[in-house]
């Protein structure tokens, strides 16, 4: 299972960003997906998930701001990133939990990240 994010940059305090992630390879059930974020000197965080069912869950100093969905026809998640802060900035990391074949555990995939950078 391979992950591709794209989507990042550099914007102003208050400007919007979308994030896309498409998993890809051999995949025979796509679980939960998520997003996570690792700024310089910290340790990887969790920034929004969603089950495979749609259920989400967010960071708090995210909510209200961010929303994530997914296409489970596409294999894909996206993060709508709203009202940036400076503090949003990081490199972001787009995670998912799959079973290659039926017979397979479930593993954790992490895409290559893609950075995302807010100017005050």
């Known amino acids: 299972v391979q992950l591709q994010a794209s989507g990042g940059g550099l914007v102003q305090t208050g400007e919007s960003l979308r994030l896309s992630c498409a998993a890809s390879g051999r995949i025979f059930k796509l679980n939960g997906m998520g997003w996570y974020r690792q700024a310089p000197g910290k340790e990887r965080e969790l920034v929004a998930g969603?089950?495979?069912?749609?259920?989400?869950n967010y960071a708090d100093s995210v909510k209200g701001r961010f929303t994530i969905s997914r296409d489970n026809a596409k294999n894909a998640t996206y993060l709508e990133m709203n009202r940036l802060k400076p503090e949003d900035t990081a490199v972001y990391y787009c995670n998912c939990r799959a079973k290659a074949t039926m017979d397979s555990g479930a593993y954790d995939y992490w895409g290559q990240g893609t950075q995302v950078t807010v100017s005050s």
């Open positions: 969603i089950t495979s069912g749609g259920v989400v």
